[in-house]
Structures are given as C-alpha cells and as structure tokens.
Nanobody
Framework: QVQLVESGGGLVQAGGSLRLSCVNSGFNRNAMAWFRQAPGKEREFVAAISWTGTNAYYSDSVRGRFTASRDNAKNTVYLQMNSLKPEDTAVYYC??????????????WGQGTQVTVSS
C-alpha cells in the first residue's frame, strides 16, 4: 500500500525550529516535495528533493531557513525549519513527485501536519 505519513508539526514561537518527517511507503525512487497551505490561501510549493537526496531546491520564501533531506534506508523525508516566522503557519504536506523538476506533477499526497508559529 503506497502512503505518505507526516509528523512533527506543532506550535512554536517565532524564531524557533521544527523538523517535519514524512514516512513514505512505495516512493523511495521518487523525488519528494513539501507544500503548505495557510488558511484562506492556495497550497504552495516549499521544497523538493531528488530521490538520491543530493539535490534540492526551495521557494524564495523559505530558502536559507528550511532544509529538505531524506534517509532512504528509513523511507523518510525531512524538512528542517529554522528561524520560523508567523507567516510560515500552515498545514504542511509531503508529496511524491513524478520527477524532480516537475513540482506540479504530484503522484501522491500525505494527509498533512499543522505548523503554527506564534509571534
């Protein structure tokens, strides 16, 4: 059964850090991505990482603060989030991509995990 299960969300003060995890079943050969959706806004891209983990790219809003990584031996993808801001508050989704360069071609979504950053 293919699935993506996120964890690690929570409430943190501005300037703090969180690490999200996404355990994936059936997607170890896929590029993976993180998206987020804030209340009243459309879902937006955050980061993508190649299936080997050697390449990653980020949205302008998180570059330099967030880092995507993966451990294929553990079937897990991570998103380390530092220097969090209230505008980072959103539900964060893990996604399996059809290919690394096609962040709009999502083949499977996780259920999401809430991140709330207080000011």
């Amino acid at each position: 059964q293919v699935q993506l299960v996120e964890s690690g969300g929570g409430l943190v003060q501005a300037g703090g850090s969180l690490r999200l995890s996404c355990v994936n079943s059936g997607f170890n050969r896929n590029a993976m991505a993180w998206f987020r959706q804030a209340p009243g806004k459309e879902r937006e891209f955050v980061a993508a990482i190649s299936w080997t983990g050697t390449n990653a790219y980020y949205s302008d809003s998180v570059r330099g603060r967030f880092t995507a990584s993966r451990d294929n031996a553990k079937n897990t993808v991570y998103l380390q989030m530092n220097s969090l801001k209230p505008e980072d508050t959103a539900v964060y989704y893990c996604a399996a991509l059809q290919s690394y360069g096609q962040r709009d071609k999502v083949v499977h979504w996780g259920q999401g995990t809430q991140v709330t950053v207080s000011s």
